[in-house]
Protein backbone atom coordinates (compact mmCIF):
# COMPACT_ATOMS: atom_id res chain seq x y z
CA UNK A 1 0.00 0.00 0.00
CA UNK A 2 1.41 3.14 -1.39
CA UNK A 3 1.92 5.80 1.38
CA UNK A 4 0.13 4.13 3.76
CA UNK A 5 2.32 4.02 6.99
CA UNK A 6 1.41 2.44 10.19
CA UNK A 7 3.10 1.22 13.92
CA UNK A 8 0.57 -1.16 15.27
CA UNK A 9 2.11 -2.93 17.96
CA UNK A 10 0.13 -5.55 19.79
CA UNK A 11 0.31 -8.78 22.61
CA UNK A 12 -1.79 -11.05 22.14
CA UNK A 13 -2.10 -13.41 25.31
CA UNK A 14 -3.47 -17.20 24.98
CA UNK A 15 -3.24 -20.29 26.66
CA UNK A 16 -3.63 -23.86 26.98
CA UNK A 17 -6.93 -25.46 26.99
CA UNK A 18 -8.27 -26.37 30.73
CA UNK A 19 -5.09 -24.39 31.74
CA UNK A 20 -3.13 -27.79 31.98
CA UNK A 21 0.81 -27.75 31.98
CA UNK A 22 1.49 -28.92 28.13
CA UNK A 23 3.60 -26.98 26.62
CA UNK A 24 6.85 -28.75 27.90
CA UNK A 25 11.02 -27.00 28.30
CA UNK A 26 12.10 -29.44 25.91
CA UNK A 27 10.11 -28.55 22.82
CA UNK A 28 8.92 -25.19 23.88
CA UNK A 29 11.19 -23.01 21.84
CA UNK A 30 9.97 -25.00 18.80
CA UNK A 31 6.47 -24.18 18.94
CA UNK A 32 7.66 -20.32 19.66
CA UNK A 33 9.76 -20.78 16.75
CA UNK A 34 6.76 -21.87 14.86
CA UNK A 35 4.13 -19.00 16.05
CA UNK A 36 6.78 -16.39 15.01
CA UNK A 37 6.66 -17.83 11.59
CA UNK A 38 3.29 -17.93 11.29
CA UNK A 39 3.00 -14.66 12.32
CA UNK A 40 5.60 -13.45 10.28
CA UNK A 41 4.08 -15.14 7.42
CA UNK A 42 0.41 -13.63 7.65
CA UNK A 43 2.86 -10.37 6.93
CA UNK A 44 3.28 -9.17 10.15
CA UNK A 45 6.49 -8.75 12.44
CA UNK A 46 7.38 -11.22 14.86
CA UNK A 47 8.79 -9.41 17.94
CA UNK A 48 9.11 -12.11 20.53
CA UNK A 49 7.52 -15.30 21.53
CA UNK A 50 7.53 -16.65 24.75
CA UNK A 51 5.36 -18.44 27.51
CA UNK A 52 5.45 -21.31 30.39
CA UNK A 53 4.07 -24.26 30.65
CA UNK A 54 -0.02 -23.14 30.01
CA UNK A 55 0.62 -20.06 28.08
CA UNK A 56 2.24 -18.00 25.11
CA UNK A 57 2.56 -14.81 24.58
CA UNK A 58 3.51 -13.20 20.95
CA UNK A 59 4.08 -9.34 20.46
CA UNK A 60 4.03 -8.31 16.72
CA UNK A 61 4.13 -5.54 14.49
CA UNK A 62 0.83 -5.30 13.13
CA UNK A 63 0.09 -4.67 8.95
CA UNK A 64 -3.30 -2.82 9.05
CA UNK A 65 -4.73 -5.19 6.31
CA UNK A 66 -4.27 -8.04 8.99
CA UNK A 67 -6.86 -8.95 10.97
CA UNK A 68 -6.30 -9.68 14.41
CA UNK A 69 -8.90 -12.55 14.61
CA UNK A 70 -7.41 -14.18 11.08
CA UNK A 71 -4.13 -14.17 12.61
CA UNK A 72 -4.81 -15.62 15.77
CA UNK A 73 -6.77 -18.27 14.32
CA UNK A 74 -4.07 -18.99 12.23
CA UNK A 75 -1.20 -18.63 15.18
CA UNK A 76 -3.88 -21.21 17.03
CA UNK A 77 -4.42 -23.54 14.67
CA UNK A 78 -1.23 -24.31 13.20
CA UNK A 79 1.03 -24.06 16.27
CA UNK A 80 -2.14 -26.62 17.31
CA UNK A 81 -1.45 -29.02 14.11
CA UNK A 82 1.86 -28.55 14.51
CA UNK A 83 2.30 -30.04 18.11
CA UNK A 84 -0.42 -33.37 17.09
CA UNK A 85 1.68 -33.73 13.81
CA UNK A 86 4.72 -33.38 16.20
CA UNK A 87 2.95 -36.24 18.55
CA UNK A 88 4.72 -33.74 21.63
CA UNK A 89 2.22 -34.20 24.12
CA UNK A 90 0.57 -37.47 24.80
CA UNK A 91 -3.08 -36.48 24.04
CA UNK A 92 -4.67 -34.12 21.56
CA UNK A 93 -3.52 -30.93 22.25
CA UNK A 94 -5.49 -28.07 22.01
CA UNK A 95 -5.66 -23.89 23.08
CA UNK A 96 -8.07 -22.40 24.83
CA UNK A 97 -10.92 -20.59 23.35
CA UNK A 98 -10.42 -17.18 23.16
CA UNK A 99 -7.35 -14.65 23.42
CA UNK A 100 -6.48 -11.80 24.77
CA UNK A 101 -5.30 -8.85 23.17
CA UNK A 102 -3.46 -5.75 23.67
CA UNK A 103 -2.29 -2.97 22.22
CA UNK A 104 1.04 -0.52 23.21
CA UNK A 105 3.12 2.90 22.05
CA UNK A 106 6.17 2.41 20.69
CA UNK A 107 7.77 4.06 23.66
CA UNK A 108 6.66 0.95 24.99
CA UNK A 109 8.12 -2.33 22.97
CA UNK A 110 10.92 -2.80 25.40
CA UNK A 111 9.39 -2.50 28.50
CA UNK A 112 6.79 -5.52 26.87
CA UNK A 113 9.48 -7.40 24.96
CA UNK A 114 11.39 -7.79 28.52
CA UNK A 115 8.36 -8.35 30.07
CA UNK A 116 7.74 -11.26 27.66
CA UNK A 117 11.08 -12.85 27.78
CA UNK A 118 11.39 -13.18 31.60
CA UNK A 119 7.98 -15.09 31.89
CA UNK A 120 9.35 -17.99 33.80
CA UNK A 121 10.86 -16.29 36.61
CA UNK A 122 7.68 -14.13 36.46
CA UNK A 123 5.54 -17.02 37.07
CA UNK A 124 6.96 -18.44 40.11
CA UNK A 125 5.42 -14.92 41.74
CA UNK A 126 2.42 -14.94 39.42
CA UNK A 127 -0.45 -17.46 37.80
CA UNK A 128 -1.70 -17.11 34.50
CA UNK A 129 -4.79 -16.47 35.26
CA UNK A 130 -3.62 -13.41 37.74
CA UNK A 131 -1.90 -12.34 35.25
CA UNK A 132 -4.63 -12.51 32.49
CA UNK A 133 -6.94 -10.31 34.89
CA UNK A 134 -4.13 -7.75 35.44
CA UNK A 135 -3.81 -7.22 32.14
CA UNK A 136 -7.75 -6.99 31.51
CA UNK A 137 -7.59 -4.54 34.46
CA UNK A 138 -4.33 -2.25 33.76
CA UNK A 139 -6.00 -2.05 29.86
CA UNK A 140 -9.71 -1.27 31.89
CA UNK A 141 -11.39 -3.90 29.82
CA UNK A 142 -14.44 -4.94 31.71
CA UNK A 143 -15.50 -8.40 32.42
CA UNK A 144 -17.38 -10.92 33.59
CA UNK A 145 -15.58 -13.20 35.78
CA UNK A 146 -17.75 -16.06 34.48
CA UNK A 147 -16.69 -16.18 31.25
CA UNK A 148 -12.93 -14.97 31.63
CA UNK A 149 -11.66 -18.49 30.04
CA UNK A 150 -14.49 -20.42 31.40
CA UNK A 151 -11.76 -23.73 31.23
CA UNK A 152 -9.39 -22.05 33.29
CA UNK A 153 -11.72 -21.51 36.65
Given at each position: MANTYHQIYLQF????????????????????AVIGNIINENKCK???????????????????????SDLMRDVKSNSSKYINDHKLTRGRFESQEGYGVFSYNHSDV?????????????HKKQSFLDEYR????????????????????
Open positions: VFGVKFKEALLENPWRSQVQTLIVNGVEDHIHCFAGLRPAVSVKNVFNYIAHQEEHSLLREFCIEFDEQYIFRELI
